[in-house]
Each structure stands twice: as C-alpha cells, then as structure tokens.
C-alpha cells in the first residue's frame, strides 16, 4: 500500500455503524442480481455512490482479452482517458490498476500528485486526478479484478477508513458476481437443452420424433415470431390445430388471445356477424354493438378452420382484413383497424376448389405466405409408439392407473394398422383399450382395431380405390402371397398386380 497522509482520526463508533448498515443493504441488492453485466453496474454505482467518487470503473478477467482481463463497467470516463489510467506505463505495468492485480493490495491516495510510486504516472498528471481508492477482486485466492474509483476535483476524497469498507464491499461483489456468472452459465445451458428438447419432441404435448414432423417442426419455429400467415393442410386428425395453438402459444402474440373459427358452422350472416361484428339494430336482434371475434383476437391470432367453407362474399371480407388490417362491423359504414395474425386450415385440396371457382386465388395467396403440410399417420409409423404411449398415460389414471403399457403384438398391430383417422383416431382407439383392458398391459383384442381385411360391402361409403386395395390384398393373403396365382384369381396381369402393389407401398411410405 502506498503511503497515506492521515488527515482525520480514526471514526467514532456512530460512522462505523453506518458504513456497515451501508454494507449490508448493498449486500443485500448485489446478491439479488442475477445477471453478472448488470450486477457489475450496481456495483460500481453503489461504490461510487457510497464513497462520493467522480469516475470508476471495473477492470475484470476476461478469457477473450489478450491481457487477461478487460474494462467491464464504467462510469464518467472517456475511451482514452480509460486508456490512460488502464494501460499507464509499458504494457500498464505503472498503472494502479496493475500494482493492485500484482500485488493483491489495494490503493489508496489521498492526494495523488504527492504519491511516490504514481504522482509523476502520465494520467495522474494530464488528466490531473485528485485522490484514488482501488481494491481487489477477489475470490478465494484468485485475483479476478480491480474495482477503480477516482476524483479529479477534489484530492483526500477517499481517506484511510473508506478502505475496509470498500474491501468488504469488494468481497461481497466478488461472491455475488461469481454466483450471477454461474446462474447465467445455468440460464444459457437451460436454454440450450430447452431448444435441444424442442427439437426433438416438438413442442409442448405434441408427439413427433419422425423426420416428417421434424421438418414441420422446424418450419414451426421459423414462423414462430414472425406474423406471416400459415395454411396448414392435410389429412383430418393431423393435427393442424394443435400446431395452429402452438405457433400462436410459443409466439410473440402468446399474451394475446387465440380465437379459432370453425367456418363451415353457421350461416353466411350469422358468421359475418360473428366475425366482424354488428352495430345495434342492423337487423332484428341486433340489441346492441357487438364485438366480432377480430376484435376479439386484437393483437392476437385468428385461426380459420376449414377455410375452404368461406362463402365469397366472407372471402372478399376477409381478403381486407388481409390487405388493409381493417374490418367493418355488419351495419357500419366505418372500417376499423385490426391487427391480427390468420392461421387457416383446410383438409380439402384449395387449389381444386380454386380451379372450381370456389375459393379466390388472391385470398389464397395472402393466406398461404407458409404452407405446413401436417403428413397422415400412416407416413409416419415411427411416431405410432410414441403416440400410444403419451395417449395411454393420459388416460391410465384412476381405476385405470395399473396399465403399464402394450403387448408387443398390440404394438405391432399400432403400426401396422393404416389409421384413416390419423391421431385423433389413434387417441379414441386408446381410449377405448384403456377402458376395456382387463391385465396390466393393452392386448391386440382391447384396441378393437377394424380388420382391414375383413368383408368391405359393409362400410357403403368406401372409396372404390380402397375397396379394391382390401380385395387385392385379402386376395394375395388367401393366396399366400402368390402374384400368379392372385392375379389370375382376380383377372388382371401380374403388371397390373405388382404396379398396384408398388403404389400402395410407396402411398403407406417408409416405415
Ligand atoms: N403430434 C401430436 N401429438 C399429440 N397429439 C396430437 C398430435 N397431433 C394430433 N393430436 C391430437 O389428435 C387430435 C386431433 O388433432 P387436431 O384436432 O389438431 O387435428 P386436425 O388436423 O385439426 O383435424 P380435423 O381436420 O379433423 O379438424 C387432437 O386431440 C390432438 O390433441
Ligand atoms: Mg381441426
């Protein structure tokens, strides 16, 4: 420690009180943070603020730096100025700042000027510094920075007793700033595993470990924070509403509402009315103003379910909304700014009906900025197990909280088994085994699964092309899976058989 001119005597108790109530409330708001950049700001400004310094800083370890160690927070200086006091002498080595890193102790002029070892030092005299405290941050036994504070109007600003205060507040720092670092390290590795998770499981209670649905799932997250419109197509029980709810829940408008319209339900008035609203006495039991379920959904997400069903004159309507972000209550004649993201979704193929005439190719366009096409199950077989499983731990509960799980040929008869009804199918289908199996584990019989080999004249709404694929395959199973002899059972070429079969193979996709 450098000499000290001591110009006041030791403090009376009273002062002493102080500095450690002092002490302890600055402990008490260092530990509560708990990200290390700005825990580092409180520090200095409470230490500026405690000892009634004019500039600070905090000079601590960093890998990155080509010294070790790098300016982290500062206060009241300019860049050169930093320089100077940073990088006093060659490579700093005359600087207070690397006097107190070497040798562990802290600093303390009273008047600078007059200071042996740094009263002639460049920044002392050009930048003309009155009095300096500077203490060690340590921790355990490592050096892991300096906590700086200086005057350049007034010399004896610090004196002899503002050190063991400033130590000990130091100390405390050191703790606090290690803890922060860690909890951030925490925070990162969190995140980090968070995303990994998602990647992989998709996204909260939605089952996909099949590249298809990881692609979807990517696409997902790509969408997630942007307000372009999506149009999720596929078959009936993909799940376009559970991703329709997870782009709006894990996006940036999860604080607004979610309101989903199924457009096939009501009669064209009644749903542009619904929609959009209505001013009272538009028509007869219109009591009063109405809110649509736009304005509803202000800030938020409107999912159109079965979009397809718009009549033209709620596609020319919603078309606007698209366009201009405005809306006009049934009966108004003003329009109304909304601010809305649109999911849609629709089993039927658009583009036919476009080609029908049915549905506006422009709308079209606006609403299928991102097109997710969610796959049937059956192009999906890995994800049959994992599905089966997370459905059965839903309903294995209560009486029903002794089932463990599948028999392996349950399991198989899950994947092999073609489910036109996709995931919702697959979920009633474990429903209902849940409730009717007797043992420990879901046999084949409890999941009643349709036998797709069985007489097909029952079912009078079969399309022809699956007729003919059951009758085929019955056919090929009768015969033992000779082609010859099926093909001529059935009258067509072995060409036709195997062309056939390829198809369908290709149609139930990669296992
Ligand atoms: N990947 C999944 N993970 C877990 N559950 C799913 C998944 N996909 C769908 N489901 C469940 O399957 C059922 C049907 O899903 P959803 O209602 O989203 O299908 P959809 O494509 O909208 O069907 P539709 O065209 O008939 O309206 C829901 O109960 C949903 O929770
Ligand atoms: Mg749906």
């Given at each position: 420690m450098s000499e000290i001119t001591e110009q006041r005597t030791a403090q009376p108790d009273g002062d002493l009180l102080t500095a450690l109530n002092a002490l302890s409330e600055i402990a008490a708001t260092i530990n509560s943070g708990r990200y290390p950049q700005r825990l580092l700001?409180?520090?200095?400004?409470?230490?500026?603020?405690?000892?009634d310094a004019e500039r600070g800083f905090i000079f601590l370890e960093d890998d990155e730096a080509e010294i070790g160690f790098a300016v982290k927070a500062q206060q009241n200086f300019t860049q050169d100025e930093l320089d100077g006091v940073?990088?006093?002498?060659?490579?700093?080595?005359?600087?207070?700042?690397?006097?107190?890193?070497?040798?562990?102790?802290?600093?303390?002029?009273?008047?600078?000027?007059?200071?042996?070892?740094?009263?002639?030092?460049?920044?002392?005299?050009?930048?003309?510094?009155?009095?300096?405290?500077?203490?060690?941050?340590?921790?355990?036994?490592?050096?892991?920075?300096?906590?700086?504070?200086?005057?350049?109007?007034?010399?004896?600003?610090?004196?002899?007793?503002?050190?063991?205060?400033?130590?000990?507040?130091a100390n405390q720092a050191a703790v606090a700033l290690e803890n922060a670092t860690f909890v951030q390290s925490l925070r990162n590795e969190n995140r980090r595993l968070r995303t990994e998770v998602q990647r992989v499981h998709g996204f909260d209670g939605i089952i996909g470990q099949s590249a298809r649905m990881r692609e979807v799932f990517e696409t997902v997250n790509r969408v997630l924070d942007t307000d372009a419109s999506v149009l999720l197509g596929g078959e009936s029980g993909t799940g376009k509403e559970v991703i329709a709810r997870a782009i709006h829940y894990n996006g940036h408008r999860r604080e607004k509402a979610f309101v989903a319209i199924f457009?096939?339900?009501?009669?064209?008035?009644?749903?542009?009315?619904?929609?959009?609203?209505?001013?009272?006495?538009?028509?007869?039991?219109?009591?009063?103003?109405k809110k649509g379920l736009f304005d509803v959904a202000d800030g938020g997400t409107v999912f159109l379910d079965e979009v397809a069903d718009l009549s033209p004159k709620l596609q020319t309507a919603l078309l606007r909304v698209l366009q201009e972000g405005e809306i006009k209550r049934v009966g108004d004649t003003q329009m109304r700014k909304v601010d809305v993201r649109i999911i849609s979704a629709s089993n039927k193929d658009l583009k036919a009906e476009i080609d029908e005439r049915a549905f506006r190719e422009d709308l079209f366009y606006r609403l299928n900025t991102i097109?997710?096409?969610?796959?049937?199950?059956?192009?999906?077989?890995?994800?049959?197990?994992?599905?089966?499983?997370?459905?059965?731990?839903?309903?294995?509960?209560?009486?029903?909280?002794?089932?463990?799980?599948?028999?392996?040929?349950?399991?198989?008869?899950?994947?092999?088994?073609?489910?036109?009804?996709?995931?919702?199918?697959?979920?009633?289908?474990?429903?209902?085994?849940?409730?009717?199996?007797r043992g420990d584990l879901i046999d084949t019989a409890d999941l009643r699964l349709p036998d797709e080999g069985a007489d097909t004249s029952l079912d009078p709404d079969l399309p022809m092309r699956e007729v003919e694929r059951r009758h085929v395959l019955r056919s090929l199973e009768h015969h033992e899976g000779n082609i010859s002899e099926t093909a001529r059972a059935l009258g067509v070429s072995r060409r036709w058989l195997h062309y056939r079969l390829k198809e369908w193979n290709e149609e139930d996709g990669p296992d």
């Open positions: 700001e409180t520090v200095l400004e409470t230490a500026m603020r405690t000892l940073v990088k006093e002498g060659a490579e700093g080595s005359g600087s207070v700042v690397r006097s107190v890193l070497a040798s562990g102790e802290p600093v303390l002029l009273y008047e600078a000027s007059a200071d042996e070892r740094f009263g002639s030092t460049q920044s002392v005299v050009l930048q003309h510094i009155q009095s300096i405290a500077a203490v060690p941050l340590r921790l355990k036994a490592r050096q892991i920075g300096v906590i700086y504070l200086d005057s350049v109007s007034r010399r004896g600003r610090f004196t002899r007793q503002s050190l063991p205060f400033l130590q000990a507040f457009c096939g339900a009501l009669p064209d008035d009644l749903l542009e009315s619904e929609l959009f609203g209505h001013k009272k006495g538009s028509f007869t039991g219109a009591v009063a103003d097109d997710i096409v969610l796959p049937p199950l059956r192009h999906r077989r890995d994800d049959i197990p994992l599905l089966a499983a997370h459905f059965l731990d839903q309903f294995a509960t209560g009486t029903r909280a002794h089932l463990r799980g599948f028999t392996s040929e349950a399991l198989d008869a899950l994947r092999q088994y073609r489910w036109p009804g996709n995931v919702r199918e697959l979920e009633n289908a474990i429903e209902r085994a849940a409730v009717m199996a």
